[in-house]
């Protein structure tokens, strides 16, 4: 896929384009993105970090962790990137956040040990107790 996304936060001023390859995309059930997101999922994208831009406007961050970044609309809290703080190769974009999160479908769950017993997509995606085979 390489056809240009863009995406951006609820009250607009903070926007993005993704101009390369989606390497892969799924849904995170750790309670640090449960948090930050107060929702009981995230659904993200990831992306390398020389193919996503911020188009209008700059993220404020959050360091969730020693060595990760949570980048989000300092004016209305839309959740939008994760990478890591230093030499970041990828980043991790909300599929929500998306001008169009249908073109994103996610392929598998991670984090499953924390998922809540309330909330589940009801899919057959492949699940992990931790990060995933993918990740690192
Ligand atoms: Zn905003
Ligand atoms: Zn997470």
């Known amino acids: 896929m390489t056809k240009i996304l863009t995406g951006g936060c609820l009250c607009n001023r903070l926007r993005y384009e993704i101009n390369g390859r989606i ?36 993220p404020a961050m959050y360091f969730s962790s020693p060595l990760y970044q949570r980048e989000f609309c300092a004016e209305c809290g839309t959740q ?14 909300t599929l929500a956040s998306l001008d169009d999160p249908a073109l994103v479908p996610p392929e598998y769950h991670i984090w499953q ?24």
């Open 80 to 93: 939008i990137g994760f990478r890591r703080r230093v030499e970041a190769r990828m980043v991790d974009f």
């Open 23 to 58: 390497i892969d995309a799924g849904f995170c059930h750790c309670r640090l993105c449960q948090r930050a997101n107060a929702a009981p999922v995230v659904a993200w994208g990831t992306t390398r970090v020389d193919h996503f831009a911020y188009s209008r406007g700059t």
């Open 113 to 136: 040990m924390s998922k809540l017993d309330w909330f589940d997509t009801g899919d057959r995606l492949p699940r992990h107790d931790d990060a995933g085979p993918d990740q690192g």
